[in-house]
């Protein structure tokens, strides 16, 4: 016969075994859980950005920029689609025709590209370092000044290109307008051969001075840069133009390319976003850019654009300037920032328990009516009762109206446990109320009262 202490080891043997199991199944589901998040992506940085960028020819600095971010968006297992197009012109265009679309979300701008408010599009910042202006040339030219460019032919680059628009913007201004310059658009390539074989006085392009192309195409068809004395008074003209410098020697040491330090127009890039491309895609996208470029976040919000540029700031892009970092509901639900706001989301919450005390506070005032008239009623069944030494009987009809009222009590408190209004866990009170209104019912029945 087990005796009573092996049945208490027994009893603490099974309780181990159950603790060990329970904290098994614990762990399990803590790893499963686990899991399920990192497969969604729910907290990284850019993984949840599905999204295209607009950038420029395969051969600029837009394109190899966009291909960067693509690989890294890769890495974290987000989606960045770089698009080859001929420049800001077509950018914009794409992006306000794709708004209904939605085959295109962002997209790398020249500043100076007209573009209104009425289109639909938003700044999302700009990159810290801006393109140059670069005139190409032979070696033997003796372009000095904008008058030497009188009657002469510079290629503008592609058709939509911001290098055209640039350049035709420049020209259009009064003091150069009679120059008589012919600018006919074709490839980069083309245009730099064209120079070399001097079916071009000149070719213009709007890159990065540090471009692998421009320097190759410099080598191979033995161009010069250009430099104009009196560049200095047209930047000075455009608010959104700045002078650069483009080193002696920055594309060949031996023999040195440039022969000595040339000053150059500098134009800043914006990065435009359309309605496609939703909260958690721009924050994703801001955090993609702050991690590929250093000084990003350092050179933005932007202080000014151009004057044609007249689009706002997203509200997205001023946040993330502001903490320079993701917020916690854009790292992990993504999925809800892009429904609403994430402080639409805090007004919603205070909305709803401030909804919610009203409720709990509608239903306390109604369960005190409740308790209060179920006080009185009990009152009177207690008055039903002959007082000690007097033979008076109160009257039926007295006893039968406060059965009624006492029913119809009870029906109130029936209503008020299934009303939807009614907050979770107050049913207990009014089942309680019940109760006790059952219990004063009981006193009135036949031979419950004494006396009657």
């Excluded at 729910?42 to 420029?56: E, I, V």
């Excluded at 408010?117 to 910042?125: F, H, K, R, S, T």
């Excluded at 033997?140 to 592609?158: A, H, Q």
């Amino acid at each position: 016969m087990p005796t009573r202490a092996d049945e208490s080891l027994n009893r603490l043997s099974i309780w181990r075994r159950r603790g060990v199991l329970r904290a098994a199944v614990i762990l399990i589901a803590s790893a499963l859980v686990a899991a399920l998040i990192s497969m969604f992506g729910l907290a990284r940085q850019y993984g949840f950005l599905k999204a295209s960028l607009l950038s420029g020819p395969p051969t600029g600095a837009y394109y190899a920029l966009a291909t960067r971010l693509a690989e890294r968006a890769m890495s974290d297992h987000g989606k960045l689609t770089p698009v080859a197009t001929s420049g800001s012109v077509e950018n914009v265009s794409r992006l306000v025709q794709g708004a209904t679309r939605c085959d295109a979300a962002f997209a790398l701008v020249q500043d100076g590209t007209p573009m209104q408010a009425d289109m639909g599009l938003e700044l999302i910042g700009r990159l810290p370092e801006p393109e140059t202006l670069v005139l190409l040339t032979r070696r033997d030219n003796t372009i000095r000044t904008f008058e030497d460019l009188r009657n002469k032919s510079i290629g503008i680059g592609p058709e939509g290109s911001g290098t055209a628009f640039l350049m035709r913007q420049l020209f259009a201004d009064p003091d150069l307008a009679g120059l008589k310059i012919e600018m006919p658009t074709m490839d980069l390539q083309q245009q730099a051969r064209a120079v070399s074989e001097g079916r071009l006085d000149l070719a213009a392009y709007v890159i990065r001075s540090d471009a692998e192309f421009l320097r190759t195409i410099i080598r191979q068809n033995n161009l010069d840069i250009v430099e104009l004395k009196d560049l200095p008074g047209l930047v000075d003209r455009y608010r959104w133009l700045t002078l650069g410098r483009i080193p002696a020697g920055r594309f060949s040491l031996v023999p040195p390319l440039p022969e000595a330090d040339k000053l150059a127009a500098q134009v800043n890039t914006l990065i435009i976003a359309n309605p496609c491309a939703k909260r958690a895609d721009r924050i994703a996208f801001l955090s993609l850019l702050s991690a590929e470029i250093p000084d990003f976040i350092k050179s933005n919000p932007p202080a000014w654009t151009s004057s044609a540029a007249t689009v706002p700031l997203a509200s997205e892009a001023r946040q993330f300037f502001a903490t320079g970092e993701m917020q916690f509901p854009d790292r992990y639900f993504p999925w809800a920032v892009n429904l609403m706001s994430p402080v639409y989301w805090v007004y919603l919450l205070m909305a709803a328990t401030a909804f919610s005390n009203g409720l709990r506070g509608l239903s306390r005032f109604r369960l005190w009516r409740i308790d209060s008239a179920r006080e009185k009623l009990e009152a009177e069944v207690q008055h039903l009762q002959p007082e000690a030494g007097s033979s008076q009987v109160r009257l039926p009809d007295t006893r039968a109206d406060i059965l009624l009222r006492l029913t119809e009590l009870r029906e109130r408190c029936q209503t008020q446990v299934s009303s939807f209004v009614t907050p979770m866990g107050d049913e207990m009170f009014y089942r309680y109320q019940q109760s006790l209104i059952d219990r004063a019912i009981a006193l009135l029945k036949p031979g419950s009262v004494k006396g009657l």
